[in-house]
């Protein structure tokens, strides 16, 4: 658990290049955690950070089987599907999450997010944004990497 969230941390305030082997490393030390749903969310930030978006999808679908009703993996999908080109897969994972957490679509579509890396946040917020239809797909290739 406590390599997991230092995973997060260091992708969301650190050494994003440090985040994906942390999280990596919880997931092998404790592949039947309860919690597993949480670490594969935590893997898809960390690899959407460094713009593995590929990997960041398949986390996020991994993470959605482990929890099928979680919203948060709904958002690592939607972002990373757009970093992908993948836009209309990334409109249904809105649409989803707007369903089941509108709230947090909400706030994240204002620009609320947890992390202090102005790289993530400034393509997590485009690539939501295009996600949720209030952008152009075009908007992706101007957010940086």
């Keep these: 658990l406590t390599l997991s969230w230092l995973g997060l941390y260091e992708a969301m305030h650190g050494d994003a290049a440090k985040g994906v082997p942390y999280a990596m490393e919880a997931l092998r030390l404790s592949p039947l955690d309860p919690s597993r749903g949480t670490f594969l969310v935590i893997l898809g930030f960390t690899h959407f950070t460094i713009g593995d978006y590929a990997a960041a999808a398949d986390a996020a679908q991994a993470a959605l089987r482990e929890a099928p009703g979680a919203a948060v993996p709904h958002v690592i999908a939607a972002i990373s599907w757009v970093g992908m080109g993948e836009i209309e897969l990334a409109k249904q994972a809105f649409q989803t999450l707007r369903q089941i957490a509108p709230k947090l679509a909400e706030a ?7 992390s202090t890396n102005v790289s993530y946040l400034e393509r997590a917020s485009t690539f939501l944004r295009i996600a949720a239809r209030l952008e152009h797909s075009d908007s992706a290739n101007s957010a940086p990497n």
């Design 108 to 114: 994240r579509l204002a620009g609320h997010w947890l």
